[in-house]
């Protein structure tokens, strides 16, 4: 009788584990079917509803019966169209092709596999800012690119030290990622900073990424990397309607870039998936044309939120820069505690609050835990009365 061989994984998936908060889920989830009402202000998921325009859109559409069908990889000419008007309006970004200089994406998070897949050969060096998101470092991974860390620190504002970066082998890298306003860190964009990076990638030909989702929120004046002169010759950016418009579960992102970065990109998504479902289209394309007043109304919920999650900061000891932007509040953890994700466990165990240590962001957020602005005010306020009481 003849042994069956042992099947193995592909190599590729010794360089990856489960994402953090897939398994920090399953364990609160548990925790809470103990009966130990855990309050999450982990993950950045907005809790409150889409514009009631872009929900009535998409019923609308449901209702229609050719709109099941499979749709084009490159989305409909509308959703494009709302994506170049959404910059022009907002971002003052003038003259972007709906055709060939924007492509829709299922979620910013495969953008970034994507836009890895269609750039970075085995070997090929891609700089990611460490802290950072980690989908980064795991597209990185996944595409067998060499990864060269670029580190932010709070005495430099968490911003890039181009000094540093100068002294890399820029020669071996192709490709960088930046995300201002920052996550975790809050840090605000500049218009300074992105032609800073527009001048770094076009002299030493590295494609610069700016992943940019978080600029609306608590901001009254979003910026863009592609507001610099010349931008798209060298830089992409990806932006979503997750948390400006409160669709993360609708899957609506986008980058743009010039035309042929857009098409090496398109070839890689045009293999892998059929395009978003009509509905989620429409509605998005009623999403952007919200005016003004919807950005102010939601920055005003978030702002009082931060006000409570500083004094849960406070609370905790830790130290957090002011003028922090995006669903996140960033703090410095006491020095008599031994680690991020010791101290995140002892308010876990002790108060029932899922707060998130910084390590899963990087060694640079080692000293540092992250706390999410998606939860009502009365569920912060609870977290806070659970930690002064049991801390």
């Given at each position: 009788?003849?042994?069956?061989?042992?099947?193995?994984?592909?190599?590729?998936?010794?360089?990856?584990?489960?994402?953090?908060?897939?398994?920090?889920?399953?364990?609160?989830?548990?925790?809470?079917?103990?009966?130990?009402?855990?309050?999450?202000?982990?993950?950045?998921?907005?809790?409150?509803?889409?514009?009631?325009?872009?929900?009535?859109?998409?019923?609308?559409?449901?209702?229609?019966?050719?709109?099941?069908?499979?749709?084009?990889?490159?989305?409909?000419?509308?959703?494009?169209?709302?994506?170049?008007?959404?910059?022009?309006?907002?971002?003052?970004?003038?003259?972007?092709?709906?055709?060939?200089?924007?492509?829709?994406?299922?979620?910013?998070?495969?953008?970034?596999?994507?836009?890895?897949?269609?750039?970075?050969?085995?070997?090929?060096?891609?700089?990611?800012?460490?802290?950072?998101?980690?989908?980064?470092?795991?597209?990185?991974?996944?595409?067998?690119?060499?990864?060269?860390?670029?580190?932010?620190?709070?005495?430099?504002?968490?911003?890039?030290?181009?000094?540093?970066?100068?002294?890399?082998?820029?020669?071996?890298?192709?490709?960088?990622?930046?995300?201002?306003?920052?996550?975790?860190?809050?840090?605000?964009?500049?218009?300074?900073?992105?032609?800073?990076?527009?001048?770094?990638?076009?002299?030493?030909?590295?494609?610069?990424?700016?992943?940019?989702?978080?600029?609306?929120?608590?901001?009254?004046?979003?910026?863009?990397?592609?507001?610099?002169?010349?931008?798209?010759?060298?830089?992409?950016?990806?932006?979503?309607?997750?948390?400006?418009?409160?669709?993360?579960?609708?899957?609506?992102?986008?980058?743009?870039?010039?035309?042929?970065?857009?098409?090496?990109?398109?070839?890689?998504?045009?293999?892998?998936?059929?395009g978003q479902p009509r509905a989620m289209m429409e509605g998005a394309v009623a999403a952007m044309s919200q005016p003004r007043r919807w950005y102010?109304?939601?920055?005003?919920?978030?702002?009082?939120?931060?006000?409570?999650?500083?004094?849960?900061?406070?609370?905790?000891?830790?130290?957090?820069?002011?003028?922090?932007?995006?669903?996140?509040?960033?703090?410095?953890?006491?020095?008599?505690?031994?680690?991020?994700?010791?101290?995140?466990?002892?308010?876990?165990?002790?108060?029932?609050?899922?707060?998130?240590?910084?390590?899963?962001?990087?060694?640079?957020?080692?000293?540092?835990?992250?706390?999410?602005?998606?939860?009502?005010?009365?569920?912060?306020?609870?977290?806070?009365?659970?930690?002064?009481?049991?801390?």
């Amino acid at each position: 009788m003849n042994t069956p061989k042992t099947i193995m994984p592909a190599d590729r998936l010794a360089s990856v584990s489960e994402y953090y908060f897939s398994r920090k889920l399953k364990q609160i989830a548990a925790l809470n079917a103990q009966g130990r009402d855990i309050i999450s202000l982990g993950i950045g998921g907005p809790d409150m509803p889409p514009p009631a325009a872009a929900v009535d859109a998409a019923i609308e559409c449901l209702r229609r019966p050719d709109t099941h069908g499979y749709q084009m990889t490159v989305g409909t000419k509308e959703l494009r169209r709302a994506f170049a008007g959404w910059y022009a309006k907002f971002y003052d970004v003038d003259g972007l092709d709906p055709d060939t200089q924007i492509l829709p994406l299922i979620g910013s998070k495969e953008g970034v596999l994507n836009i890895s897949m269609a750039f970075l050969n085995p070997g090929d060096g891609v700089l990611i800012p460490n802290p950072g998101y980690p989908t980064y470092s795991s597209a990185s991974r996944l595409v067998q690119a060499e990864i060269f860390t670029y580190d932010l620190c709070e005495e430099n504002g968490w911003l890039p030290d181009f000094d540093a970066l100068e002294a890399l082998p820029l020669e071996r890298i192709k490709l960088m990622w930046v995300n201002y306003p920052h996550m975790p860190t809050g840090t605000p964009a500049t218009r300074e900073l992105f032609e800073r990076l527009v001048d770094f990638g076009r002299r030493h030909g590295i494609v610069i990424v700016n992943d940019n989702p978080y600029s609306f929120i608590l901001n009254d004046k979003p910026l863009s990397i592609l507001q610099v002169p010349g931008a798209t010759d060298i830089a992409i950016e990806l932006n979503s309607l997750s948390k400006c418009l409160n669709m993360a579960g609708w899957r609506v992102a986008m980058l743009a870039s010039n035309p042929t970065f857009v098409s090496w990109i398109l070839k890689v998504k045009s293999n892998i998936d059929s395009g978003q479902p009509r509905a989620m289209m429409e509605g998005a394309v009623a999403a952007m044309s919200q005016p003004r007043r919807w950005y102010e109304e939601l920055n005003a919920v978030y702002a009082d939120r931060k006000t409570v999650a500083v004094q849960i900061m406070d609370a905790l000891h830790c130290r957090c820069l002011p003028g922090q932007q995006g669903l996140f509040l960033w703090g410095r953890i006491p020095d008599n505690a031994v680690s991020a994700e010791a101290y995140a466990d002892e308010i876990l165990d002790k108060a029932r609050v899922f707060v998130t240590p910084g390590f899963i962001f990087g060694t640079a957020g080692e000293r540092y835990i992250r706390i999410s602005l998606c939860a009502p005010k009365a569920t912060l306020t609870n977290a806070l009365k659970r930690i002064e009481q049991c801390l």
